[in-house]
């Protein structure tokens, strides 16, 4: 059966700090991998997703980046955080293809303070 | 346009009913989905439509689809205080061979005693 982790669960970084949250998926391969944000009572936003690996889009100009370095390993990255980087991030992933069900990760508390 | 909209708070009482609804505006939309997430998890698929059906049943869960007005509901039949969460509905849209979810903002459900 597929399963996708993600890590670190919770993180409290500085303003101006480094970021990468990393996930990965198990008992598939060739994935769609996508992170989404969701903020304080907010809903859910498609951050990045990603067809293949090295093929990333962006869904929206912001301070963060993603790669895909390996098949089934998704990376968000931020080279300084920002105040409002603070939200819940979910990784998620999909069969390859349109209209199949995406799954996503437990999630990941970031805190910039 | 993307967009997603649904009530942000229900509050029903154990063993009635619950009705999310949720509006959606591309009518390319496919499929059709609805997450549940309790606090501090992800998104656990609770149950999808595909865009040609009018009604969905899995248990105690009822989907109704009314494409013409582009409306989705969720009905949770003996709402129990385990459904006590946040509940999402989403539309896929087709982009470059993979899913695109657009997340409306979540509707909590609180149930009482």
């Known amino acids: 059966s597929q399963t996708i982790h993600q890590w670190p669960a919770t993180l409290v970084q500085p303003v101006g700090s480094p970021l990468s949250l990393e996930c990965t998926v198990e008992?598939?391969?060739?994935?769609?991998l996508y992170w989404y944000r969701q903020a304080a009572g907010r809903g859910l936003q498609l951050l990045f997703y990603s067809v293949g690996i090295g093929q990333i889009s962006s869904e929206v100009p912001q301070n963060l980046s993603a790669s895909r370095p390996q098949d089934r390993q998704f990376i968000l990255s931020s080279k300084k955080l920002l105040l409002s980087d603070s939200g819940f991030y979910l990784c998620?992933?999909?069969?390859?293809?349109?209209?199949?069900?995406?799954?996503f990760g437990e999630g990941s508390w970031l805190t910039v303070v | 346009g993307e967009d997603v909209e649904q009530s942000l708070f229900l509050s029903v009482r154990e063993g009635d009913s619950s009705v999310i609804n949720c509006t959606y505006t591309?009518?390319?939309?496919?499929?059709l989905y609805w997450y549940k997430q309790e606090p501090g998890a992800g998104l656990q698929l609770l149950t999808y439509i595909f865009s040609n059906m009018d009604m969905k049943q899995d248990q105690r869960l009822t989907v109704l689809l009314n494409k013409k007005d582009k409306h989705l509901s969720l009905r949770i039949a003996d709402t129990q205080t385990g459904d006590s969460a946040i509940y999402f509905c989403a539309e896929d849209i087709l982009t470059g061979g993979g899913n695109k979810l657009t997340f409306g903002t979540g509707t909590q459900l609180k149930v009482e005693l």
């Open positions: 008992g598939t391969s060739n994935p769609n």
């Open positions: 998620a992933w999909s069969e390859t293809g349109y209209g199949n069900t995406i799954y």
């Open positions: 591309d009518s390319s939309s496919t499929y």
